[in-house]
Each structure stands twice: as C-alpha cells, then as structure tokens.
C-alpha cells in the first residue's frame, strides 16, 4: 500500500494547490459546469460488451504504456469502436494524465467519461464536473465511510454519477449507500499487483444489485468478460489492452467485434 499512500500524499499537496490557482466560483462558472451529463449505468445495462475504454499513458506498475496516442483520436476511436464509456487518467505524475485530457476527450465525443483519479477533496468533483466528466471515481482503500458519503452525496448535486472502487469485502462493507451508481472490482492487488479474476467471482455475489457492477483489471482478452458475465457484471474497464497497440480504437472495436460473436 506503500505506492498508494504516497500517491495520495502527493495529491493534497497537489490539490491544495490547484484551490489557491483557481477557486471554486471559478470553476462553478465553467461553460461545461451547467451541461447535462450522460449516464454510464444507463449505457452498461443497455449495453451487450459493456466494455469502458481507458485513456492511460503509463502506470506505477507498467511504467510506460504508450506516449504516442492523442487522446483526441483515442476518444474519437473508441466511440466508433461502440465503447459504453471512456475513462480518462487525470493524474499527472504517476499516469502522465491531465485535466486537459478530460477536456480534449469531452469536445470530440458523446460517451459518457470517467474522471479516473484519486479524489480526496470535494474540490476535485467541482473540479471533474467543470471538466466535462460524467462519471467520478471513489477508491474505497483511501477514504472513509464518512468521506465517501460526503463526497458521493455532492457528485449526485452536481449531476455526476459515481463509481465506487473496492479490493475486497472489507472495503465492500464499508462503502455500500445509495449515493453510489457503480460498483468496481479491481482484480489488482495493491500490495503485489498481481491480478486475479477470482477477486470479482468472490466479490459478485456480495454486492447488491442496486449497483451496476463493473470489473476492472485483468481484462485482456474476451475469455475473461465471458468468465465475469454470468457473475453478474454489466460493465468491464479495460486500459493497457487497447492502449499498447498502435491504433487504440480500432483495437476496442476488433475486441468488441470478437466479444460479441
């Protein structure tokens, strides 16, 4: 957990920062601050891949993925491949992601976005929803009950739907309320980064279905979706796959040609 907490140390600093570059007024009066934003849920239950494409330049984990995709093109790409939703790392020092890419990915595409970063402050979905995002992610290992709750009520206010990311039970246990739309199993583990199926298999039949379950990690080929669809999930966030080609579009499109045969 060592890497994490360091992210997040490294991220109060950074948001800390970003209050005193620009207020919160500021980004209250953003052109995208007023818009209606699309629904991830609503797509993934209509959805028959489910598939939520990632905009991901590099990791802790795998260092660099790929430098040379614009995430203009990326967003462009994916949304013709039929993607449900796209997600896009705004984190900077360990993702190489930024707020731009948020923005740039909102003005080319109608998916709904996925503002992937490690929130800790209400700042920040002030900050995704001004963005463009629709979607915000919450990480159950670096909040509390508490914290979650605060922040998943004002993601609702402002119209952003929430997904809520867990490991294993505990975190499971102690983040389900109604403020959350989806619930994510990150097949990941954070101490080894080995990743294993068998967490969401485990994990699927604990979570209520109120929530739109979605799977993240491990999800390379179309083998695994088929393992996890009868679990019960509607929704599976796939990253390096498509991003360490050289076209990742046409990489999500092929994938979801495959998954759907």
Do not use: W
């Amino acid at each position: 957990m060592d890497i994490l907490k360091k992210i997040v140390d490294d991220k109060r600093l950074e948001v800390k920062l970003r209050k005193q570059l620009i207020p919160i007024e500021q980004l209250e009066r953003s052109v995208l601050f007023e818009r209606q934003c699309h629904s991830l849920s609503k797509r993934l239950k209509e959805s028959t891949s489910g598939i939520i494409a990632e905009h991901k330049r590099r990791s802790p984990s795998k260092q660099v993925i790929n430098h040379d995709l614009n995430v203009f093109d990326v967003a462009k790409g994916y949304e013709n491949a039929g993607v449900c939703g796209m997600s896009v790392l705004t984190d900077g020092k360990y993702f190489g992601g930024s707020l731009d890419d948020l923005l740039t990915a909102r003005s080319i595409c109608n998916l709904p976005l996925l503002r992937k970063e490690f929130i800790i402050d209400a700042y920040q979905i002030i900050e995704a929803k001004a963005y463009g995002a629709d979607v915000i992610l919450l990480i159950a290992a670096i909040l509390t009950t508490k914290e979650i709750n605060q922040l998943s009520r004002l993601a609702k206010t402002v119209g952003l739907e929430v997904l809520l990311e867990i490991h294993n039970e505990d975190e499971l246990q102690k983040s389900i309320m109604p403020s959350l739309d989806l619930l994510g199993v990150n097949n990941r583990n954070l101490k080894t980064f080995e990743v294993s199926l068998e967490t969401s298999k485990q994990l699927s039949e604990l979570i209520p279905n109120d929530f739109v379950k979605v799977s993240e990690s491990g999800m390379s080929s179309t083998a695994a979706i088929k393992q996890l669809q009868p679990y019960g999930y509607q929704g599976f966030l796939i990253g390096e796959n498509f991003m360490k080609t050289k076209d990742a579009g046409e990489s999500a499109k092929q994938f979801i040609k495959d998954l759907n045969r």
